[in-house]
C-alpha cells in the first residue's frame, strides 16, 4: 500500500510530543537519535499501511497521552496494542520513486503550498480587494520519480534530443552522494551565467559533479535553511484535512 509521507511525519511528531514527551532542540529537531527516529518512522509506516486510518490512530494517541507511564512505550504499536486490535501493512514503494518516507524536503519543486491570494479590482475606486484566500500549509510532495527529475533536468538544460536511459543511470550514481534537495539545487546551479556571463548548459548529469557546481548549489540550499528558519518553519505545515 502507498501511504502519504505527510501523515506519516506528523503521526511520528505526534508520538515523539505527546507520547514521548521528548523535547526539540534547534531547527524543530526532537531530542532523540536518528536511529530511534527511524525504527519509529518503519513501525508507523507499516501501521498507517495496514486497517487503522491515520485519523482513528491519531485519536487513539489522544486518548492514552495522559496515562501514567505512557512515556515509557517504545513505539506505536506498544500503544496500540494495549488498546484495539490492528492488522499492519506491506509498503509497495516503485524503484523509480525518490520521494524517501518520513523525510521533509526544502527544493520548492519537492513541496505542495498554498495558492496565492486572489484579487479583484473594484472598479469604483480602482482598489483591488481579496476575493480568495486558501488557509497556508506546506507539504512534502507525496511523489517525484526519475521521470521527474529528468523531466527538470532537461527543461532546464534545454535539451531537445536527449538520451534519457543514459541520463537516468547517471542519477541513479548520483543522487546517493548528495541527496535529492541538492541535486535539484545542482541543476539551477548548472544553468546560472558564470562570471563572464556565459552559460554552459550540462547536457548530462555528469557534468553536474564540477566544484563550483556543486559549490553554488550548496549555498542555494543554504540560503533556503536560513529563509525556512527565519519564518521559524521546521517541517510540515499540515494542510485542514490532516491536522491532528
Not at 490492528?86 to 520513486?97: D, N, W, Y
Request: proline fraction near 4%.
Amino acid at each position: 500500500m502507498n501511504i502519504n509521507t505527510n501523515q506519516l511525519i506528523l503521526l511520528v511528531e505526534k508520538f515523539l510530543s505527546d507520547i514521548k514527551k521528548a523535547p526539540r532542540l534547534s531547527r524543530g529537531r526532537f531530542d532523540v537519535t536518528d536511529d530511534y527516529k527511524l525504527a519509529l518512522m518503519e513501525d508507523t509506516a507499516y501501521i498507517l499501511a495496514g486497517d487503522l486510518d491515520y485519523r482513528a490512530i491519531a485519536n487513539t494517541m489522544d486518548q492514552v497521552k495522559n496515562k501514567k507511564h505512557i512515556e515509557k512505550s517504545y513505539n506505536l504499536s506498544d500503544i496500540l496494542e494495549d488498546i484495539t486490535s490492528f492488522q499492519k501493512g506491506s509498503l509497495a514503494i516503485s524503484a523509480e520513486e525518490l520521494i524517501q518516507l518520513g523525510r521533509f524536503y526544502y527544493h520548492p519543486l519537492l513541496q505542495e503550498t498554498a495558492k496565492p491570494a486572489k484579487y479583484v479590482m473594484n472598479q469604483e475606486d480602482q482598489s483591488y480587494e481579496k476575493v480568495e484566500e486558501e488557509p497556508f500549509f506546506l507539504e512534502v510532495r507525496t511523489t517525484f520519480t526519475l521521470d521527474d527529475l529528468v523531466d527538470f533536468f532537461l527543461y532546464m538544460n534545454q535539451d531537445d534530443y536527449p538520451n534519457r536511459k543514459g541520463i537516468k543511470t547517471q542519477f541513479q550514481n548520483i543522487l546517493p552522494r548528495y541527496g535529492l534537495d541538492l541535486v535539484l539545487y545542482m541543476i539551477e546551479a548548472s544553468v546560472l551565467p558564470n562570471e563572464k556571463g556565459t552559460v554552459h548548459l550540462p547536457k548530462t548529469p555528469r557534468f553536474l559533479e564540477n566544484t563550483e557546481i556543486i559549490s553554488e548549489g550548496k549555498r542555494l540550499l543554504a540560503n533556503r535553511y536560513r529563509d525556512f528558519k527565519e519564518e521559524n518553519i521546521y517541517g510540515i505545515i499540515p494542510k485542514k484535512e490532516n491536522k491532528i
